[in-house]
Each structure stands twice: as C-alpha cells, then as structure tokens.
T-cell receptor, first 115, second 116 residues
Framework: GENVEQHPSTLSVQEGDSAVIKCTYS??????FPWYKQELGKRPQLIID?????GEKKDQRIAVTLNKTAKHFSLHITETQPEDSAVYFC??????????????FGQGTTLQVKP | EAGVTQFPSHSVIEKGQTVTLRCDPI?????LYWYRRVMGKEIKFLLH????????ESGMPNNRFLAERTGGTYSTLKVQPAELEDSGVYFC??????????????FGEGSRLTVL
C-alpha cells in the first residue's frame, strides 16, 4: 500500500537558522501533500499544502517543494523561532482517495528551536 | 466555528476492559475520520465515515474495534477488549464534502489511551 517516509525524526536548530524536513511517497497517483504542525498536547493543524500541479508554494517563512518525478516533497522553515518548536507531519493523499480526503502520514519530525 | 472535539482526553484502563471514545465533528461536516498514533510512529488511518456510512474501514486493526456514527453527527470508537498494543493517541478529524476532495482535514486534540 501507500507509504510515506519522513526524515529526520528529530531536528535541532539554533534560532534564526533554517530547517528542512523531507518526505518521500510511494503512490505516484497521490496528488495532494499537506504539512501539519502539532504543538505539545494540541491538535495537528494544517500549516501549508501543495498540489501536484505546482512545484513550490510559499507562505511567509514556510515553503514546500514537490518533485513528482522523484516522489518527494520537503518543508522549509526559514528564520526559525522558538515557537516553531513542534512535531511536524507530512502526508500524501492515499490510494484511490482523490475524492475521500484520506491521508497517509509520515512518522513525524520533532523540531526543536534553541533560543 | 467550534472545532472538532474529542472525549475523553485521556483514558487509562486495564487489559481486557472496554473503552469508548467520542468525537464531535465540526457542525455540517459530512466526512469524519479516525486516525491513531502509536508512540513515535506515523498517524495511521483507521476509517472514514460519510454521514452515517462507512466509506473506508481498511485501517481498522481487528474486530476488537467498532466505530459508529449514528445519525451522521458524532462518532464513537469502541475498543473491546483492549490490549496493550492499543495504547496510543486516537485522533478524529472532519471535513466538509467539498474540502474532502482536497484532503483538508480539521483535527481534534486526540484521546490518549493507555492500556495497562
């Protein structure tokens, strides 16, 4: 079945530095790739998403890139701040899920931003 | 709008007991999903309701798990009897019909289940 691999599992950066999290997916039919941020004890929240018809999307300090040929996508956070510390999950729309909203998630990356 | 709410936030039970988790989706959202995260692993899909019907239950681990959504509003997920490996955080998510096409889900804060 569909599989999403996410790396690294933990990432520690200094405040102001950039952070990059990478994901690969197995189902070439996947066409929707969201990123969720989960702060400690809170709900996962969508922070940015990208669809298969574009290669890059930016929203202030965060950006996502997608390489459909290689089946990987990445989250880039620039000028990191302590409040960026959280667990980040990538996801891909699952097999046959173009009309169901089912998502396949990666394992999560714990990002720590040191002041 | 009120978000997805889940109850209880944390449940500690002994192996062999029964637990029922509840999810109230955002009002008007036809799509309701259950996901589970076991410690340190991915958030794994369990099942998907469209209104009161099960659209996809391919992720349900075994027949100890029973999900219902009577009347197409709130949903319950019952684990009976619970085993140690059922421990984890159970997330509920919802989406309106239109947004489900894009996979845009709104999550609850999760119900943490600890089976001793």
């Amino acid at each position: 079945g569909e599989n999403v691999e996410q790396h690294p599992s933990t990432l520690s950066v200094q405040e102001g530095d950039s952070a990059v999290i990478k994901c690969t997916y197995s189902d070439s039919a996947s066409n929707y790739f969201p990123w969720y941020k989960q702060e400690l004890g809170k709900r996962p929240q969508l922070i940015i998403d990208i669809r298969s018809n574009v290669g890059e999307k930016k929203d202030q300090r965060i950006a996502v890139t997608l390489n459909k040929t290689a089946k990987h996508f990445s989250l880039h956070i620039t000028e990191t701040q302590p409040e960026d510390s959280a667990v980040y999950f990538c996801a891909a729309s699952g097999p046959g899920s173009s009309n169901t909203g089912k998502l396949i998630f990666g394992q999560g990356t714990t990002l720590q931003v040191k002041p | 709008e009120a978000g997805v709410t889940q109850f209880p936030s944390h449940s500690v039970i002994e192996k062999g007991q029964t637990v029922t988790l509840r999810c109230d989706p955002i009002s008007g959202h036809d799509n309701l999903y259950w996901y589970r995260r076991v410690m340190g692993k991915e958030i794994k899909f369990l099942l998907h309701f469209v209104k009161e019907s099960k659209q996809d239950e391919s992720g349900m681990p075994n027949n100890r798990f029973l999900a219902e959504r009577t009347g197409g509003t709130y949903s319950t997920l019952k684990v009976q009897p619970a085993e140690l490996e059922d421990s984890g955080v159970y997330f509920c998510a919802s989406s309106s019909s239109g947004r489900a096409l894009a996979g845009e889900l709104f999550f609850g804060e999760g119900s943490r289940l600890t089976v001793l």
